[in-house]
């Protein structure tokens, strides 16, 4: 991934990511689901689980402003 690609392309299922969206607090969440678009495989929504609540949302993908990658192998 070079420098100048957006960080939702990143996203996978597994990562811990922050999410920031519009007239909202910022909150982590884990991606538990990716759905890409209709013309590229590219994630455009994400299902996550919140971490505060435990509540499972699904967000828009440019609304992550931070990732940290899961372990699986």
Do not use: H, K, Y
């Not at 996203?11 to 909202?24: K, M």
């Amino acid at each position: 991934m070079d420098s100048v690609s957006p960080l939702f392309l990143a996203v996978r299922v597994g990562d811990v990511v922050a999410v920031a969206p519009p007239r909202q607090q910022v909150f982590l969440a884990q991606v538990i689901s990716c759905e890409g678009g209709a013309r590229t495989a590219e994630p455009s929504l994400l299902q996550v689980l919140r971490e505060d609540d435990l509540a499972v949302i699904t967000v828009n993908a440019d609304w992550v402003i931070d990732r940290l990658a899961s372990r699986l192998v």
